[in-house]
């Protein structure tokens, strides 16, 4: 199983009462960015290209702690930049699964083996290591050869100390399904609890703009990649999420799903568009004008298929009515079934 029972007990939980108390608009995922600065330079990222000034920036400890408080969402997600070169992170990490948020700690490994002895294993805490395929593509993509060895020796030596470990790919428009597919069975055999898979957004600031996917090419890719999938491998994502890519299911983006706060505030309206920022929750659900966004509203949003957009849709499908909790349980146990 690709979550554990208690996180997935603490989910249907949380998004259960947010329904009975009839509230429309709440967080699923808490997108943490404590930093931007990174110790790599992708072609597809934009983070790195701020100006100096704002990658020397960092989130405090106290931060971080309020803007889970405030945001309540039971997972938090941190990406970056690299967290793992944040010095206070090992504190923050402690502060989040203090107050029992599951943690993914997003990595793309290169420090993450000689970085674990401060860190505690626990079922909160879970290490996402980025990895965008077999190593030539990988290589490739973070544009540094040999970091595909160094994540997987450092998700070797963190399974060995007993912590939860996952990976996050993201896809672009040159993605070979067979490559993949080959893939999925060495982060299996690796023995990573699951795999999270996206496409690519295509970021103002990336400095690759010719690699992101539109949304035809995306239903494509993803079900030459997930038809007549292999019963080993286990997506750390909704099942129907996952339909969604294949072009089986037809959903609206919920931006606030997976609200965002960096060194700038909360950002409006969502972690992959920068149109401003408030400096708490409540003005980010208040102030951002959300009927703007999604596809069919906002050019910007047509060719988005991303999980930080779509995966809370998913869950609120599978959480608002009978269908929608049966086909989860039936792409659950038949992901193969038509």
């Avoid at 799903?257 to 409006?268: A, D, H, L, R, S």
């Amino acid at each position: 199983m690709a979550v554990p029972v208690s996180q997935m007990f603490t989910v249907a939980q949380y998004v259960i009462t947010q329904k009975l108390k009839r509230v429309k608009q709440y967080p699923l995922v808490l997108m943490l960015e404590p930093l931007f600065r990174c110790n790599l330079a992708c072609a597809g990222c934009g983070k790195i290209q701020y100006p100096e000034h704002v990658l020397d920036k960092r989130l405090t400890p106290e931060q971080c702690w309020q803007a889970a408080d405030e945001c309540g969402a039971p997972i938090v997600s941190i990406p970056g930049g690299e967290p793992l070169i944040h010095p206070e992170m090992p504190e923050i990490i402690r502060g989040l699964t203090q107050r029992k948020k599951y943690v993914y700690l997003c990595t793309n490994g290169i420090l993450l083996q000689r970085k674990l002895a401060d860190y505690t294993p626990s079922k909160y805490l879970t290490f996402s290591v980025h990895m965008d395929g077999l190593k030539d593509e990988h290589d490739l993509a973070v544009c540094r050869d040999g970091v595909y060895d160094v994540a997987i020796n450092g998700i070797r030596a963190a399974l060995k100390r007993g912590f939860r470990v996952t990976t996050n790919t993201t896809l672009f428009d040159d993605a070979d399904p067979e490559r993949m597919r080959t893939f999925f069975d060495e982060m299996m055999q690796l023995g990573v609890e699951g795999m999270m898979i996206s496409p690519g957004y295509s970021y103002d600031k990336a400095p690759d703009q010719n690699g992101f996917l539109k949304r035809s090419r995306t239903h494509d890719l993803f079900s030459k990649l997930l038809n007549n999938r292999k019963r080993s491998w286990q997506f750390n994502q909704s099942p129907l999420f996952l339909e969604f890519l294949m072009g089986k299911r037809e959903y609206q983006c919920t931006p606030w799903g997976n609200p965002t706060y960096n060194v700038f505030g909360w950002q409006k309206p969502c972690y992959l568009l920068q149109e401003g920022y408030v400096s708490t929750f409540k003005e980010l659900l208040r102030e951002t004008k959300w009927e703007q966004y999604g596809t069919g509203h906002n050019p910007k949003c047509a060719d988005c298929m991303v999980h930080c957009g779509y995966e809370a849709t998913a869950v609120e499908d599978t959480f608002s009515s009978w269908k929608g909790f049966a086909g989860t349980v039936k792409a659950t146990l038949f992901p193969n079934f038509t």
